[in-house]
Structures are given as C-alpha cells and as structure tokens.
C-alpha cells in the first residue's frame, strides 16, 4: 500500500508534469489564435496574396500538428521516451520562427536568423523545438511593453564542434538581481494579474532541454543592447538517450 507521504509526493510531481504540459500547449494555441486573428486583418483589407494567406493557413495548420505532437509527448502511456533522431537544429531554429510568424508581426517585432546553415544534433527535434519557441516566447513577453523598434536576433555559430547560439533581443535586458534566478522553476517577472501573466516554466524548461543534449544556456552580462542569451551544445547532443 502506497503510504501517504509517497502519495503527496506523487501528487506534486503530477502537478508539475501538468504545469510544464499547460505551459506547452499553450503556446502553439496562441501561434493558431494570432494566425487566425493576422488572417482575418488581411481578408478584410485585402492587403495580401493568395499564396500568401495559404503560407499563412499552412502555419496555422503545422500548429495544430504541433499540438498533436505535444499530446503525444506528454502522455507517458503513449509515449514514456524521447524520439531520438539526427536532425538539422538549424533548420528547426527557423521553422520555429516561421511557425510564430503571426504572433511576431502582431507584436511588431522583426527577426533575422544568420550565420551557419547547417548543423547536426543527435535527440528529440521536438524538444529542440521547445527551446527555440519558449525562447521566441520569452523575448516576446520582454518587447511587447518596449516603444519602437522591436527585434529578435539569432546568429548560428559552430566553435570546436559545439553548435553556438547567440539569442538575442532588444529589450531591456536581464536586470542583475534576476541572474541567478532566471532560470529556476517558476521564477516570472511578469504581473501574475494580468491574462498573460506566466507560469515561470519557459525557461526552466529551456534549461531543463539543454542539460539533456549536454548544452549550456547563459546571459551574457556584456551585452547591452537588451538581452543576450548564449547557448552552446556539443555535436553529439543527446546521445545517452
């Protein structure tokens, strides 16, 4: 018989597996919702291109494939392992920028992704994903208050056989009281009241990720011009898995 301890334990372990799995979800269903809400701006003003609106459709409907992902992943009689596979990381960096096109241009926010084309990882390309949009997610939370120019800026490096990720954003940057903590669980500085108010998962869980693939995550405190996060992970990535 389970005891009651090893009960409460088990039972604030599923609190938190759904946490993390709210705060997932969520995001694909907020790309789907400013794709819809962007789609009908421009049917209304009749400012875009069929093939433009299709682009647009087929994000909306690759969100909808993400969610389905995502239910798979987090529903352990499903799926109890990572689907490790060699991907081009690059590539996923820019399908998940094209994926959060809507949010981004409803927030005003340009973005650029540059440097190397291509590099391989050895894990699960979903989870990969994850970073990248949780990423994206976060400098979006930093920009929307910001007046002006706002932009997300990505530059791909490889340096000794370890792909090197400068994120970086325009905002204000990281306040230095806020670096040891930025990456712990549930750690928000955004207002709790308000309908956008976080969970403080999105970059614990970028963490989390990264210390799967043997990756590193870090600000960089030199960089002035907002914030800059710099990530570095080896080749091999998730190999153990």
Known sequence: MVSEQEHNRQLIAIKEMLKGFSHELGQPITNIRYGIQLYQMKMECSLDTRENLSELLNNILGQTIRVKRLLTRFAPIVSSKSVNTQFNCIEHIKNAFSD???WLESAGIKYKVEGIESFILYGDSV?????IYNLIS???DELKEKEGKRSINVIC????????LHFRDNGKG?????LNKI???FFSTKDKERS???EGLGLYIVWNILKMYKGKIRVNQAYKDGAEFLIQIPAGGNDNA
Do not use: I, S, Y
């Open 138 to 140: 976060n400098a979006v």
């Open 196 to 198: 956008d108010g976080g």
């Open 127 to 131: 989870q990969f994903e994850q970073v």
């Open 174 to 178: 990281v306040p230095e009281d806020n």
């Open 157 to 164: 490096k490889e340096h000794e056989g370890n792909l090197v």
């Open 100 to 102: 959060m096109r809507a």
């Open 183 to 185: 990456f712990t669980p």
